[in-house]
């Protein structure tokens, strides 16, 4: 059975966003998409949209960046794996750095995956399978992307502007 989700995506480079963006949209990945530019933002967020007694009712994926200001992505894990409410909610890490020791930290606190930037669409195909989601039978039956189509998002200001690197362009 597909469960349909969101991602909710808390990056503060907007080249990185731009980048993620267009890994989807070249899957074929149109789930909403919000981003958001720091740790607080996106605690409070997540407090505001999971209802305590029907957490399953918005199933959300959350991809975390480790290099956040205000609260970086280690601490917001930890609060997440805090709150009861998002004792389920599937967490994984999409960052630049690959440091053992951080991607050990991130398992511990039981993140699905671990993603080194840039990220290609198959790493986030089997994130998406090992949380139990299935991306494809999200499209609506008969629905291809086109190059305008990608997935709707509520974006607040990243800290940096975008500089996507076009020989990149299916990679985060």
């Not at 991602?7 to 919000?34: P, S, Y």
């Not at 740790?39 to 407090?47: I, P, T």
């Not at 957490?55 to 959300?60: C, G, Q, S, W, Y």
């Not at 398992?107 to 080194?116: C, E, H, Q, S, V």
């Amino acid at each position: 059975m597909t469960t349909r989700f969101r991602f909710l995506l808390v990056e503060d480079d907007a080249g990185h966003v731009t980048l993620f963006e267009r890994t989807l949209r070249r899957a074929g990945i149109l789930n909403e998409l919000t981003v958001l530019g720091d740790g607080e933002e996106a605690l409070a967020h997540l407090r505001r949209e999971v209802n305590p007694a029907h957490p399953e009712a918005h199933p959300i994926l959350v991809l975390v960046d480790l290099r956040l200001p205000r609260m970086d992505g280690l601490t917001l894990i930890r609060e997440i794996r805090s709150d009861p409410r998002f004792a389920l909610l599937p967490v994984a890490v999409m960052t630049t750095s690959a440091e053992p020791a951080e991607e050990e930290a991130c398992r511990a606190l039981g993140t699905i995956a671990f993603l080194t930037k840039p990220v290609v669409a198959d790493s986030i195909r089997a994130m998406l399978a090992t949380a139990g989601f299935d991306p494809l039978l999200d499209v609506p039956e008969g629905k291809r992307p086109s190059p305008g189509d990608g997935p709707r998002e509520v974006r607040k200001e990243p800290a940096s502007e975008p500089d996507p690197d076009p020989r990149r362009s299916d990679r985060v």
